[in-house]
Every structure is written in C-alpha cells, then in structure tokens.
C-alpha cells in the first residue's frame, strides 16, 4: 500500500511540474484528488487494511494530498502569471483610435413644461397627484357628473376596453379618486397621459397629455381660481400676461368657463401664433359641481372648489414655436435634439 501512494505522489508531483496550462493542471486535479481520484480511491479502499495500519496509511495519505495541494496551487499562479504576461505581451491597444462616442439626451419638450408647471403649483403649495390611464368608467365620468346618457361618452370618442373600463379621454376622474381618499383641504395638480379617437394631423393626436388642477376647501370662490390661473399664466408664459375668462359648459363646474391668455408672442397685438387673435384659448375651468362633491363624500354645504385642466402639447407647441404635433411624437432625434 505504501508503495502504492509512493507511486502516486512521484507521478503526480512529476505531471504537475511538467504542467504548462492550466487546463491540463484542472484536470490532473481531478484525476488525483478529485472524487474518483487515486488518492481517494486509496482512502476508500483503507476498510481492509488491519487496525494497527489504518493510521499509518491514512496520515501518509493525508500528507501526500496536502503536498499535491500545495503543489497545485503553486503551479497554478505560475500559470496565471505566464498567460497574463503572454496575453499583455499579444494584446495591442491603439490608444489613437477615436473612442466610443456617449450621446447624451435631453428632456422631451412635453416633460419640460410638466415640470415647469410642476414647479410653479409645488411654490404655490400643491402637491402632485397621480391616477391610472386604464381608467373605470365611473371615475372618468359618472362621478363627475357625466350620466351615461351624456353626449361626453358617445363609444365613438373614446377607446373602450370594456362596457366600464376606458382609457382616460382627460386626467379630471384624479379630481374624484383624490376627493374620495382625501379630506379637504385639498390643492393638487395632476400631470398626465389621455386618450381620444381623434385622426392625427398637426394640431390633434389620439394621445396626448393634460394637467389637472383642484382645490377644495371651505369658502373657495371663483375669485381664487381667476387668481391661481393668472398667477400660473404670468409664471409659465411671462409677466405681461394677462388672462380672460369666457362662459363655457363642462358637466362637473358650475358655472364653467374657458380662460384665454393674451399672446405671449405678440403681447395681443395679433400675430401667426395667436392667428391674429390676440387671445390663445387655454384651458377649461370652473366651479366644481356640487353633485361632484357629493359622489366623492364632500359635503358641498360645508367646502366648495374650483378646478381646471388644460393641454400641455398645445403650450408646449406656443412656447416653442412648434407648427405640428406630430414631431412631439415622432421621437426624431434631430427635432428633440433642438430642445
Ligand atoms: N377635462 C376637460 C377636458 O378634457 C378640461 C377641464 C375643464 C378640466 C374644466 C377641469 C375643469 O378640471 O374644471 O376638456
């Protein structure tokens, strides 16, 4: 038996050394010391050895794999060593050669009036409120005071995606997802995507972005709305701006109206962008209706409210100067590179 591991060790002691990869090392590691290696199969086979030579035999094993061990591992930093130095030596780096240029993006216009906007509202303590695109029918009209006999949810302008189940047609149904949740006093805006069947052409898209506003508290009045929007429309659209208010009808604002700002180009003078107008339609707004209040668990007797909503590819659009709505969604880098 003692010869037996003698012979191992002088070989495996001779293949390692003479070992010049360090593939070949992996596999002499296994062909030894590896589950079915010979010196493991020497262990296994030590039940028919007497007592008294157990131990012997075994620490003369033990000893001989610990010298194999270390022998291996000497070996294979020497081979590490000489395939790092070989591949340094091989390896050519070209350090003229241009590098891999970074392109570096840019806020899409849309987000930047967002933002903007965002900014404006947070200074004026407003908080962001957010709601889902895949919207519940009840939420973008039934609690905001569109029965479904109403005209606003003809199937033929919205996309459905079951009988009561709609993409948003606008971002007003977080008006009632936040009343439901909150207790006034509420003041939120909400930034986000709608959806209408509109054909596209430059100054429509089935797709586009809105941003809501609400404020519900006691002794709300429509002077406050006429002052948060002014204020708005000086800080996003300049100083000199001023703003108008038109009678409109929305089923959830009683009374309605429609503000208009005076041109921010030509200061109302009438120019391209206001088509010699003076005036650019803005948002709509208004009083928030009573029933709204209501079917969110407001007590319309105790809070009333004001709320608005309007466009933001159409300010993007005027601030820019854009002429066609479809670049905003082309996604063409050399338009949004402009921005
Ligand atoms: N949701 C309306 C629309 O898409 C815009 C709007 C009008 C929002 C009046 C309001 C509002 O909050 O009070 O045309």
New binding site residues.
């Given amino acids: 038996m003692k010869d037996k591991i003698e012979k191992i060790r002088e070989n495996s002691i001779k293949e390692i050394t003479d070992c010049k990869e360090i593939v070949t090392l992996n596999e002499l590691k296994v062909k030894y010391l590896g589950k079915k290696g010979e010196l493991t199969l020497v262990l296994r086979g030590m039940g028919a050895l007497s007592p008294e030579e157990r131990p012997i035999i075994g620490s003369l094993v033990n000893q001989v794999r610990d010298e194999l061990e270390s022998c291996i591992s000497q070996k294979e930093k020497e081979l590490e060593k000489k395939e790092l130095l070989e591949k340094l030596k091989n390896e050519n780096i070209d350090v003229t050669e241009p590098s891999k240029k970074v392109e570096l993006g840019s806020l899409h216009p849309i987000t930047q009036i967002i933002d903007e906007v965002k900014e404006i509202f947070l200074g004026m303590g407003y908080e962001i409120a957010d709601g889902p695109e895949v919207e519940k029918a009840i939420y973008n009209f039934d609690k905001l005071n569109t029965p479904p006999d109403h005209p606003a949810r003809d199937i033929q302008d919205t996309f459905y995606i079951t009988d009561d189940i709609v993409l948003r047609?606008?971002?007003?149904p977080v008006?009632a997802r936040v009343m439901e949740q909150q207790k006034p006093p509420i003041k939120i805006i909400c930034p986000g995507a709608?959806y209408r069947s509109d054909s596209v052409d430059a100054t429509h898209s089935p797709v586009f972005h809105?941003i809501?506003?609400?404020v519900v508290d006691k002794n709300v009045t429509m002077t406050d709305l006429k002052g948060t929007l002014e204020m708005f429309a000086k800080k996003c659209l300049g100083e000199n701006t001023r703003i108008r208010f038109r009678p409109?009808h929305?089923p959830?604002?009683e009374p309605?109206a429609e503000a208009d700002v005076s041109c921010f180009v030509c200061g109302g003078k009438g120019c391209k962008v206001c088509k010699q107008e003076g005036w650019i339609e803005l948002?709509?707004?208004?009083m928030?209706h009573p029933n709204v209040l209501k079917n969110c668990g407001i007590d319309p007797e105790i809070y009333s409210g004001?709320?608005?909503?309007?466009?933001v590819e159409r300010i993007a659009m005027a601030k820019f100067g854009i002429e066609d709505m479809r670049l905003l969604f082309e996604n063409d880098v050399r338009f949004l590179k402009q921005f």
Avoid: I, R
Avoid at 169 to 172: F, G, I
Avoid at 306 to 311: D, L, R
């Fill in positions: 047609s606008q971002t007003s008006q709608v809105q809501e506003g609400l409109h929305f959830f604002t309605s948002l709509g707004c208004g928030v004001f709320a608005f909503g309007f466009g």
